[in-house]
């Protein structure tokens, strides 16, 4: 038999890659090596509610539970979110867009050890609802959609603590702004009364949890802010900025009070190297 050709091994060679990458287009849970859980997708299916009522119209994005069928409008400009089993699934994907996946993977049992962990637990414990936090993280992820840069995240697992600007905390910061806005739209369309209401809900669990995270960041690291320790104030990697941070310019950029902008600043003032000099 004589050996193949460079065009027949060519040919052989597109075609296992097409084939691959067609089974990753209609199962992209799969096709990463993941699986999807039925645990959490009330959770799911309550937030894809929620960020659906906050969405302006006209963006183009209507996400959709991946086991329900879609129908009519519903299915047109569906986005599929995929509750993610959190075995052999990286942390990072906690809710995030893969790559070349037009959808959204969540971890329900993730984010929810995430948010216990983001609460103190040493007094009254503040309101914020699990799945109006998730939604907010779901319009954050639309703006990843609608700007077609899917979030990105440092694979070195170094961890490396930096005040670093870089190209993707950039795109995190625009996917945060785009829902603020989305939110901040929804606060204006006040005949609809459900979406009003959970929206201004959803500003009072954001403010809610920054006030939250400060007082872990008490519990955990007492002194920081006079140390200005780099565990609680800088970025862990070189993808996302540091998440209290995040939550804290949200705040501000929706209510842009005294307050949130003093809370901000004194962040930001932790977030400076602090003097080697003691006296």
């Known amino acids: 038999m004589r050996p193949p050709t460079q065009f027949a091994v060519l040919t052989i060679a597109l075609f296992i890659l097409g084939c691959r990458y067609g089974s990753r287009n209609e199962d992209p849970v799969a096709g990463m090596g993941l699986t999807e859980t039925v645990l959490g997708r009330a959770l799911?299916?309550?937030?894809?509610?929620?960020?659906?009522?906050w969405l302006e119209r006209g963006i183009g994005i209507h996400f959709m539970p991946s086991w329900k069928t879609p129908s009519g409008t519903d299915a047109r400009d569906a986005v599929p979110v995929y509750a993610i089993s959190e075995l052999h699934a990286p942390a990072n994907y906690m809710v995030a867009v893969p790559a070349r996946c037009h959808c959204v993977?969540?971890?329900?049992?993730?984010?929810?050890?995430?948010?216990?962990?983001?609460?103190?637990?040493?007094?009254?414990?503040?309101?914020?609802?699990?799945?109006?936090?998730?939604?907010?993280?779901?319009?954050?992820?639309?703006?990843?959609?609608?700007?077609?840069?899917?979030?990105q995240f440092d694979s070195s697992n170094s961890g490396s603590l930096n005040t670093d600007a870089t190209a993707e905390?950039?795109?995190?910061?625009s996917?945060?702004?785009?829902?603020?806005?989305?939110?901040?739209?929804?606060?204006?369309?006040?005949?609809?009364?459900?979406?009003?209401?959970?929206?201004l809900n959803a500003t009072k669990d954001l403010a809610n949890l920054?006030?939250?995270?400060?007082?872990?960041?008490?519990?955990q690291c007492f002194g920081s802010e006079s140390l200005h320790t780099p565990a609680a104030?800088?970025?862990?990697?070189?993808?996302?900025?540091?998440f209290e941070l995040r939550v804290l310019t949200v705040n501000n950029l929706i209510s842009n009070t005294e307050t949130s902008r003093q809370l901000l600043a004194n962040f930001q003032a932790g977030r400076a190297p602090q003097s080697s000099v003691l006296f």
């Not at 799911?44 to 009522?53: M, P, T, Y």
């Not at 971890?107 to 009254?124: C, M």
């Not at 998730?134 to 959609?145: Q, R, S, T, V, Y």
């Not at 920054?210 to 519990?219: C, I, L, N």
Request: glycine content about 6%; overall charge negative; charged content about 25%.
């Open 210 to 219: 920054s006030f939250e995270m400060q007082q872990v960041r008490s519990e």
């Open 169 to 173: 905390k950039q795109r995190e910061e």
């Open 175 to 199: 996917a945060d702004a785009f829902a603020v806005e989305q939110l901040r739209g929804a606060l204006t369309r006040t005949k609809d009364t459900d979406a009003w209401l959970n929206a």
């Open 105 to 151: 993977f969540v971890q329900p049992r993730v984010y929810e050890t995430w948010l216990r962990d983001h609460l103190s637990h040493s007094g009254l414990t503040l309101e914020v609802l699990e799945e109006r936090l998730l939604a907010f993280m779901l319009i954050h992820e639309a703006g990843h959609i609608a700007y077609g840069d899917p979030g």
């Open 44 to 53: 799911v299916e309550k937030s894809v509610s929620l960020a659906n009522s």
């Open 233 to 242: 104030f800088y970025d862990v990697g070189y993808t996302h900025p540091n």
